[in-house]
């Protein structure tokens, strides 16, 4: 059995957000500069900066971080004499994005190199609902804290997942929605949010279920005319994401040609909170969903913290 004597860096949110929900928050000792969630993690040392400035627009983000992949360097710095004066017993990191956390060969790199042999990789790879929570089931085995406790929280997740799939399924009205996880350039949502979409009792378009998300040309959207469209870029939250909506509307007017504009089907997700952390908030992100596509049929009280409606 696990106990707060054992050391764990997480080095991406969705990590820190599975760490705490399997009971293990204290345990955590080093962090990314992202990992915001659970409240209570401010005295957990920073492990990571972001060497792109992240207050720009998506355009700009966009353009800073093609250079440095060019020149096949990391996006994040690492604190390694930190990292070694900790000396965790595992390190909870990803091989899933490049551009969402620290790379996993940097980190075997860094482990290889300054830390004892005993401190242990977790790495998370997500595409699927069901890989996110095998990842949880995962994480639980590597720390060894498969409990009763553990298995009856990772159930009620799926638990709750099937409600909403049941009461969405009865629909007649399966709206197309397209998922937008950046701006500018245009990027539409994968891995688990076209499923999720489905689950939601909608139909999602443009992006591949179980695929990483994909760049695609404004034409594309045009041609598919989705009624329903929702913007949830990664790392943005609501504000900054409404913020730069107004600007890129008033640089492109085709977007109001789009069904979803002139029916005031926007919305706006929190995309830094929700949607984009692969653990266990996806079912919160769930709800989100089944709010915007049923509104009738579905209230979990996210709207205004999870989601807004675009023209409200």
């Given at each position: 059995m696990n106990n707060n004597s054992t050391k764990i860096v997480t080095l991406i949110p969705s990590a820190t957000e599975i760490v705490a929900f399997l009971g293990q928050k204290n345990s955590i000792i080093?962090?990314?500069?992202?990992?915001?969630?659970?409240?209570?993690l401010n005295h957990v040392a920073k492990l990571t900066s972001p060497k792109i400035n992240v207050d720009g627009t998506s355009a700009e983000i966009d353009k800073q971080i093609n250079i440095i992949l060019e020149n096949s360097l990391s996006v994040y710095k690492v604190d390694v004499p930190k990292l070694?004066?900790?000396?965790?017993?595992?390190?909870?990191?990803?091989?899933?994005?490049e551009v969402c956390a620290v790379s996993f060969s940097e980190v075997e790199s860094i482990v290889s190199k300054n830390l004892k042999k005993n401190t242990k990789i977790i790495s998370l790879q997500p595409n699927t609902l069901n890989d996110v929570f095998n990842d949880i089931k995962r994480v639980a085995k590597e720390l060894n804290i498969e409990n009763q406790i553990n298995n009856k929280l990772i159930k009620?997740?799926?638990?709750?997942?099937?409600?909403?799939?049941?009461l969405s399924s009865k629909q007649k009205s399966k709206p197309s929605v397209a998922c937008i996880e950046w701006i500018e350039p245009l990027m539409m949502a994968g891995n688990w949010i076209p499923e999720m979409v489905e689950i939601a009792g909608g139909t999602n378009i443009l992006g591949k279920s179980g695929k990483n998300s994909h760049w695609t040309e404004f034409e594309e959207l045009v041609k598919k005319d989705p009624e329903i469209i929702i913007f949830l870029p990664c790392g943005f939250n609501i504000e900054k994401t409404k913020y730069e909506l107004k600007n890129v509307l008033k640089k492109n007017n085709n977007w109001q040609s789009l069904k979803a504009f002139k029916n005031k089907k926007i919305f706006v997700g929190d995309g830094n909170q929700f949607f984009n952390r692969p653990g266990p908030r996806l079912l919160e992100s769930l709800e989100i969903f089944a709010e915007i596509i049923h509104p009738d049929l579905f209230n979990f009280n996210h709207k205004r913290n999870g989601w807004i409606k675009y023209y409200d």
């Open positions: 080093g962090r990314s500069h992202e990992c915001d969630y659970p409240h209570g070694k004066e900790l000396n965790p017993d595992y390190i909870i990191t990803q091989a899933h994005c009620n997740l799926n638990e709750r997942l099937e409600r909403i799939k049941e």
